[in-house]
């Protein structure tokens, strides 16, 4: 173990964090709905974009099941839009498909990964459609950044059951040959139902991305605290406990030595 080293594994969520999720659900559906004829304007993105954002949010509360959100996202946008005569699943199955075939990085996340990769353990957690994470991250170039990928359609649970957490564990004790110390981990997302509550609940350190310039939560309420600020607080957000919080992927390297001035 390297002493001057905070933390030996990172766990990166991807949508939101390391890739720009918005701008690739912008594609996809613009793709799609013109590829049906519908309209595909910023505005009908920015009322399905909140569709999805609850939907998923059900789901990691447990109240739904993964097929109910691909599907139900897109019968309540037909209903807004008033289309009944659309195949909600052939619609969703070639949305899928497109969302799988781009890729935007967010803060140079690609070159973070690499420069990371010799000193850490890099391992990506997402709640994602399978096929749709694993194109695009080896699209991307990801894949062979990171030492392996937990999907939770793979493991069977979503963030932020700790039962997610528990599966991956397996998987890095399998890569690794022991089990890490949950103090050696930490999880960098950029959601707060997903990512951080997942994080507290499994009882590793959290640090909390919301890209400078956003400075609303999911829920819609203002981000206490200065981005930026990497010290360790005892900050929280609806009840959510987060150790770190940066507003650029590039500052968790502040984050993760002990001292940054004198790392390998």
């Given at each position: ?7 030996d594994?990172?766990?990166w969520?991807?949508d939101?964090?390391?890739?720009n ?15 049906y ?8 993105v ?6 999805n954002?609850?939907?998923?949010e ?9 097929s109910w959100v ?10 807004y ?16 498909y497109?969302l ?8 140079d ?7 990371l990769?010799?000193d ?23 894949t ?13 649970y ?14 890095i004790?399998k890569?690794?040959?022991t ?10 997302g ?19 991305y ?8 999911e829920?819609?309420?203002?981000t206490?605290?200065?981005?930026g600020?990497?010290a360790?607080s ?13 507003g ?8 993760l ?7 390998n």
């Amino acid at each position: 173990m390297n002493k001057n080293k905070r933390y030996d594994v990172l766990l990166w969520d991807v949508d939101g964090t390391l890739l720009n999720f918005l701008k690739s659900e912008h594609f996809a559906l613009t793709d799609t709905l013109s590829k049906y004829g519908l309209p595909a304007t910023d505005e009908i993105v920015k009322v399905y974009s909140g569709i999805n954002r609850k939907c998923w949010e059900k789901l990691e509360r447990g109240e739904v099941t993964k097929s109910w959100v691909l599907v139900h996202r897109f019968e309540e946008l037909f209903e807004y839009l008033h289309v009944t005569d659309v195949d909600v699943k052939a619609f969703q199955q070639h949305y899928q498909y497109m969302l799988g075939s781009v890729f935007y990085f967010q803060d140079d996340s690609k070159e973070l990964l690499e420069k990371l990769k010799k000193d850490f353990k890099q391992y990506i957690v997402t709640n994602g459609v399978e096929d749709t994470q694993r194109r695009k991250l080896k699209l991307s170039g990801i894949t062979d950044l990171v030492d392996d990928i937990f999907i939770s359609e793979c493991i069977g649970y979503e963030k932020p059951n700790p039962m997610f957490f528990e599966g991956c564990m397996k998987g890095i004790e399998k890569d690794l040959g022991t089990v890490p110390s949950k103090d050696r981990i930490l999880i960098i997302g950029d959601s707060l139902t997903s990512d951080m509550k997942g994080g507290n609940q499994f009882g590793i350190r959290c640090c909390y991305y919301k890209k400078d310039g956003e400075t609303k939560t999911e829920s819609g309420k203002e981000t206490p605290g200065v981005y930026g600020n990497t010290a360790e607080s005892e900050t929280e957000i609806d009840g959510i406990k987060l150790d770190y919080r940066i507003g650029n992927l590039w500052e968790v390297e502040q984050i993760l030595w002990q001292n940054p001035q004198t790392r390998n």
